[in-house]
């Protein structure tokens, strides 16, 4: 079955930058976009951005354009996020999922289990 | 930028009917998922495409878009329901999340 197993939790200075691995498996890897949304405690879903792991073509959310990065390694199936520059509100969970179905109308239907990143001097 | 807005709160009994609604700016035109989030846990969707359900999701889960509201509609809420629930559409090639409403089965 479909799994999207992300790396542990991270604790970091303001300033310093964190990566975040997403490994999927139980399906063909390049064949689907893969997603991070993040979730600061007590609040809702934010849209981080997105990368197609068939070519590696990104498209990330304005409010991290330039301190945002997406990368894929089809050779084990895994995503990286990384985001520099990391600021007290940063704290949060952090999310990958998978799209199902097309960009610009598909839904996230897989989604791992979340990396803690904690913000703090 | 466009918008998602939901009801911050719904309260329903067991055994009744609850409705979660988004709305946004002609949303009958997109494509809206719906995601449930419990305390603790990662988002599952439980409906895609306005209306269909992945497999596993109890049939008790239904959803509808048209106009400027999608809702989704949980019937015969049981308690294990209670959770915050999220809509999902895009705008362009954006990704846009309602704020969530949590569902309080009392």
């Known amino acids: 079955q479909v799994q999207v197993v992300q790396s542990g939790a991270e604790m970091k200075k303001p300033g310093a930058s964190v990566k975040v691995s997403c490994k999927a498996s139980?399906?063909?890897?390049?064949?689907?976009?893969i997603h991070w949304v993040r979730q600061a405690p007590g609040q809702g879903l934010e849209w981080m951005g997105t990368?197609?792991?068939?070519?590696?073509?990104?498209n990330y959310a304005r409010n991290f354009q330039g301190r945002i990065s997406m990368t894929g390694d089809t050779s084990s199936s895994t995503i990286y996020m990384e985001l520099s520059s990391l600021r007290t509100e940063d704290t949060a969970m952090y999310y990958c999922?998978?799209?199902?179905?097309?960009?610009?109308?598909?839904?996230?239907?897989?989604w791992g289990q979340g990396t803690l990143v904690t913000v703090s001097s | 930028s466009y918008d998602l807005t939901q009801p911050p709160s719904v309260s329903v009994s067991p055994g009744q009917t609850a409705s979660i609604s988004c709305s946004g700016d002609?949303?009958?035109?997109?494509?809206v998922g719906w995601y449930q989030q419990r305390p603790g846990q990662s988002p599952v969707l439980v409906i895609f495409?306005?209306?269909l359900r992945p497999s596993g999701v109890p049939d008790r889960f239904s959803g509808s878009n048209s106009g400027h509201t999608a809702t989704l509609t949980i019937s015969e809420t049981q308690v294990t329901d209670e959770a915050d629930y999220y809509c999902?559409?895009?705008?362009?090639?954006?990704?846009?999340f309602g704020g969530g409403t949590k569902l309080t089965v009392l």
């Open positions: 999922a998978r799209l199902h179905g097309s960009s610009g109308g598909g839904n996230l239907d897989s």
């Open positions: 139980g399906y063909t890897f390049a064949n689907n976009h």
């Open positions: 990368i197609n792991p068939r070519g590696g073509s990104t």
């Open positions: 002609n949303l009958g035109h997109k494509y």
């Open positions: 495409q306005d209306t």
């Open positions: 999902q559409a895009w705008d362009s090639s954006t990704v846009i």
